[in-house]
């Protein structure tokens, strides 16, 4: 794996569109200055986690906390699946309550939105195929353009919506509940995925 596709890859998970559907809420219902203030410590706290695992792979779950990986797998997916169940029901708008207020918001976007089986295990990969500064390289310019791009997402939402307020609402809310389909099928196969690892047949 060279930088380069390591690089991809590792933005192909984390991709700015991607996440947007995910925080959909907090685009719709933030100041661009507060969102981008949340959403940068959110990277943070993420790029951070994903620098701890790149550098020491899965040693954290094995020598220090004593676990299988296979279990944070089944706990993301669990996860995944209640918020993909709140965005069918009530569209993006329901996990809002969850978050709670902006100064608590950083974590919540962090995990499990950032952190989760998927991405832990690819800066694992990216750390065990690549130097260390290399793989540190990889997360941290993915962070960056993660804060950009969602950045840029929220900007032209809040443009388009001063001229097509309606159109904008009901797109938002067709989006959040049909992304509730691709979120609940993301869970379902982490936890067969991390059972399947516990427990192979």
């Known amino acids: 794996m060279t930088f380069a596709q390591a690089l991809v890859f590792f933005f ?12 959909l809420d907090l685009i719709v219902r933030l100041p661009p200055r507060i969102f981008a203030a949340v959403l940068t410590r959110g990277v943070i706290i993420g790029g951070t986690v994903f620098s701890v695992f790149a550098l020491t792979g899965d040693a954290l779950f094995v020598q220090l906390l004593q676990v299988d990986f296979s279990s944070f797998q089944i706990f993301g997916g669990v996860l995944f699946l209640l918020v993909g169940i709140n965005f069918f029901f009530h569209g993006p708008q329901a996990i809002g309550p969850l978050r709670g207020e902006p100064e608590h918001l950083a974590g919540s976007i962090a995990m499990p939105f950032l952190i989760g089986p998927a991405t832990v295990s690819a800066a694992i990969l990216i750390g065990s195929r690549l130097d260390k500064a290399e793989a ?6 993915t962070m960056i353009s993660v804060v950009l791009g969602l950045v840029a997402l929220k900007y032209t939402h809040d443009h388009m919506r001063e001229r097509n307020a309606r159109l904008v609402d009901r797109y938002v809310d067709i989006t959040g509940r049909v992304s509730s389909l691709m ?15 516990h427990w192979p047949a």
């Open 12 to 23: 192909a998970l984390l991709n700015p569109f991607l996440l947007s559907l995910y925080l």
């Open 136 to 141: 540190l390289g990889v997360v941290w310019l």
């Open 183 to 197: 979120i609940g099928t993301f869970a379902v196969e982490m936890i067969v995925t991390g059972l399947l690892r």
